[in-house]
């Protein structure tokens, strides 16, 4: 395991919305969320949008006191905007040489890193990130994943595994699940379509921020 831990994060994650552009960051951090991700598809987009829209994502969350605003895959565009911190997959990660990995470190970037499998959730955990987002815990539609659902028990088991590292849960999680998912001692629940696709985005942000509050207390009981 690397000596150089990434920078911690200053607060816990609670409710994490995924969203899909720098729009919907600052919406979303207008109504209350302090954790967020922007993940911003490159097609059809070209480089100089992508940049546009990190750089968006990061100035929108330096008006909030608190927020945590983490780029999904872009890096070196999350790097050159002073982003609080960045979001990789796996294979994401494993791509970086270990210069370019030195250089997220010494940046004071956070870091969060995906894993589906306890292999990952080693290799992740050896990259001492910021936090670790552990799914899909439940089944999900919004894109076909190599994986099978994680489950609450094997969830519970692997959070005891990392327990100097906070950890993120995603993947179909409703609203009605979110008890049962935070028991399992995570730090947040990322969601993506509990908001985007809300009849009520807005309402559903602060729905969600206050049931993880709330719940934050039950977390490993």
Known sequence: MTNTRFAPL????????????ADWVQRVLYWGALTVQLR??????????????????????????????????????????????????????????????????ASGMRLGLSTHTPEELALARAAAPSYLAIGPVYPTTLKVMPYE???????????RTVPDCPVVAIGGIAWEQMRAVMQCGVNGIAVVSAVTQAPDPQRAVSAGVEACRALAGTAGT
């Open 10 to 21: 200053i607060a816990s994650i609670g409710f994490y919305p995924v969203l899909p552009d």
């Open 40 to 105: 911003f598809k490159p097609a059809p987009h070209n480089d100089a949008a992508i940049a546009e829209q990190v750089q968006k994502a990061v100035a929108a969350g330096r008006t909030v006191p608190g927020a945590q605003v983490f780029i999904n895959d872009h890096w070196r565009h999350a790097l050159a905007a002073g982003a609080y911190g960045v979001h990789l997959g796996q294979e994401d990660w494993a791509a970086l040489t270990d210069a370019e990995r030195a250089t997220l470190r």
């Open 149 to 159: 659902p994680v489950g609450l028990e094997r969830l519970q088991q692997w959070v």
